[in-house]
């Protein structure tokens, strides 16, 4: 049984004006059907209403009310579903949040708009005659369940249909704030569900207001909005809805290579699923901040191949990679990867052997990668700085908890902290202390 992804994306010409056109409705689906197939996630479209009066009917009560229904009719299995709104993009690396949830009821709080959320919660208080907790309100644009709750859904929806004209009047002349979201959390806490709260990450909404399209501007050192840094599935909400379409395109427009099978980062291995290798974040970072021309005409130093991923990573940013592994199997792995480029080195080595030499070639930036004992850093440190002096020197490793990479590092000046951050977990159960690794004596 796979995982499912329940999409809802119903286009309708009743709200077309509202919304100013469909086009961020593909633009969702595309992201979701990538991290669905880079995830072995099932991904299943909702793109056309059950009940075709979709005034009496909106499209978030039936995403809802329909999504056991709709996975029975389609003969779809499933372990868990994922319930989101197509006013959402997720990111192209977002971790896979199936295995966060523990089998729970798994949903983000609502906390953008107290305001909003309190006077729904009042407008129908009457309706349930029960008090709802607020600090237990989640938003329902995004939700993870499992066949568990099955009976939450489905009552819900018997609620639906025989309080129906009573809904529509609440929604569009009583309360007027929102659909079933309020409902939704008035039953599951009435039931009793249990609710597993996740970051804020899986649901970054009113971007504009937090100011998330914009970046740190003062520091000038890494111009990449903060919506794309610290979130994880951007929902495009907050904003005047005739400019969803513009404001998602321009998203895409900027970020869509990312959702390619031919990016550079989707024909590497990364952190997650391969111990050996550096994380997709790490490598996201050399490319960021190696991106200028300028480090197009320098050449690199790589002590420690490995097989190669990050070896290929540094092809794109440099002029020249000479790279250097001890083990033959690497090697042969290295090259394979390295096929497509004609500017990478590959010399197998012991580079702690007494008889190894560094290249008598001019190296701008150094990739510390070999040895993983303080000796072996320092070692490596001093033998770059005496042979091509106060080089760029990049190091994975950083965060490990013995700290034993750390304290020599440190020695240096560190200037960027790269991949990820501490708390992240490698294949093979290592949890980062700080940062994965670090970028010293950039120019």
Not at 327 to 337: E, F, G, Q
Not at 350 to 374: M, Q, R
Request: with cysteine.
């Amino acid at each position: 049984m796979k995982n499912v992804v329940w999409w809802a994306g119903v286009k309708t010409s009743e709200f077309n004006d509202k919304y100013g056109g469909h086009d961020w409705i593909e633009i969702s689906k595309k992201s979701w059907q990538y991290w669905c197939k880079q995830n072995d996630v099932e991904f299943v479209a909702f793109e056309e209403p059950i009940e075709k009066d979709v005034r009496r009917f909106r499209i978030n009560w039936q995403k809802s009310i329909f999504v056991f229904d709709e996975l029975e009719r389609r003969n779809i299995d499933y372990d868990q579903i994922c319930l989101v709104d197509a006013s959402s993009i997720i990111k192209w690396d977002a971790p896979n949040f199936f295995n966060l949830t523990d089998h729970q009821f798994c949903a983000v709080k609502e906390t953008d708009n107290m305001n909003w959320m309190l006077a729904s919660i009042k407008g129908y208080e009457p309706f349930f005659g029960y008090k709802l907790d607020p600090i237990k309100y989640f938003s329902s644009g995004f939700l993870v369940f499992n066949k568990l709750h099955r009976e939450l859904f489905m009552s819900f929806k018997q609620l639906y249909y025989d309080n129906v004209d009573t809904f529509v009047k609440l929604q569009d002349e009583i309360v007027r704030k929102g659909t079933e979201q309020t409902p939704l959390n008035y039953l599951a806490q009435i039931q009793g569900v249990d609710v597993k709260f996740l970051s804020p990450a899986w649901k970054l909404t009113h971007i504009n207001r937090k100011e998330m399209f914009q970046h740190n501007w003062q520091l000038q050192e890494d111009a990449r909005p903060f919506f794309e840094k610290y979130g994880y599935i951007w929902f495009f909400t907050g904003i005047n809805k005739e400019n969803r379409s513009h404001i998602m395109s321009q998203a895409w427009e900027r970020y869509k290579t990312f959702y390619s099978d031919d990016h550079v980062l989707n024909k590497i291995k990364n952190k997650h699923i391969a111990k050996y290798t550096t994380s997709h974040k790490f490598k996201q970072d050399i490319l960021y901040f190696f991106s200028a021309e300028k480090y197009k005409q320098m050449n690199v130093l790589e002590l420690g191949a490995c097989r190669g991923d990050t070896t290929r990573i540094l092809a794109e940013c440099f002029n020249h990679v000479y790279s250097y592994e001890l083990d033959n199997t690497n090697i042969a792995d290295a090259r394979n990867i390295t096929s497509d480029c004609d500017n990478v080195t590959l010399t197998c080595a012991d580079v702690y052997d007494k008889d190894f030499d560094l290249p008598d070639v001019e190296i701008h930036v150094a990739f510390i990668d070999a040895g993983h004992t303080a000796d072996h850093i320092k070692y490596d440190i001093e033998r770059i700085k005496r042979k091509y002096g106060d080089v760029i020197m990049i190091f994975d490793d950083y965060g490990q908890p013995d700290r034993a990479l750390y304290n020599e590092i440190n020695q240096l000046a560190v200037d960027r902290y790269i991949g990820e951050n501490a708390g992240f977990v490698t294949a093979n159960g290592i949890k980062f202390v700080t940062s994965e690794g670090v970028i010293c004596n950039m120019k």
